[in-house]
Nanobody, 127 residues
Framework: QVQLVESGGGLVQPGGSLRLDCAAS????????IGWFRQAPGKEREWVSC????????SYTDPVKGRFTISRDTAKNTVYLQLNGLKPEDPAVYYC????????????????????WGQGTQVTVSS
C-alpha cells in the first residue's frame, strides 16, 4: 500500500522550531519530487516548499525563506522540513506530497501535479 506519513507537528512558542518528517511506505521516493503544503482554518491550501529528485534542490515560498529547510534522506525514504523561527502566521496542517518527476529538473508548486498525499500533521504556534 502506497503511503506518505507525516509526523513531527506540535505546539511551540513563537520563535520555536519543529522538524516535520514525511516517510514513504509501499514505494521508494527515488524518482519523486516532494512538496510540502499547508492549510490553515478558513484558508486555501498553499504551497510551502518542494525538493527535486536528482539534485535534492529545495524551493520555498517567500514567507518561509530563510526559516524553513527541506531535505531528503534516500536511505530512510524520508523527506524532512525543518521549521525554525516559527511565527503566528505559520500554524496550519502541514501535508507532504509526492510527484513522479525523476531527474535534475524542477519541483511543482501546484497541488494538482502531485500523485500521493499524506494525512497531515498539525503545527500550532502559541505563547
Amino acid at each position: 500500500q502506497v503511503q506518505l506519513v507525516e509526523s513531527g507537528g506540535g505546539l511551540v512558542q513563537p520563535g520555536g522550531s519543529l522538524r516535520l518528517d514525511c516517510a514513504a511506505s509501499g514505494f521508494t521516493l527515488e524518482g519523486y519530487a516532494i512538496g510540502w503544503f499547508r492549510q490553515a482554518p478558513g484558508k486555501e491550501r498553499e504551497w510551502v516548499s518542494c525538493i527535486t529528485d536528482g539534485d535534492a534542490r529545495g524551493s520555498y515560498t517567500d514567507p518561509v525563506k530563510g526559516r524553513f529547510t527541506i531535505s531528503r534522506d534516500t536511505a530512510k525514504n524520508t523527506v524532512y522540513l525543518q521549521l525554525n523561527g516559527l511565527k503566528p502566521e505559520d500554524p496550519a496542517v502541514y501535508y507532504c506530497a509526492a510527484e513522479y518527476r525523476p531527474g535534475w529538473g524542477t519541483c511543482g508548486t501546484s497541488d494538482i501535479v502531485y500523485d500521493y498525499w499524506g494525512q497531515g500533521t498539525q503545527v500550532t504556534v502559541s505563547s
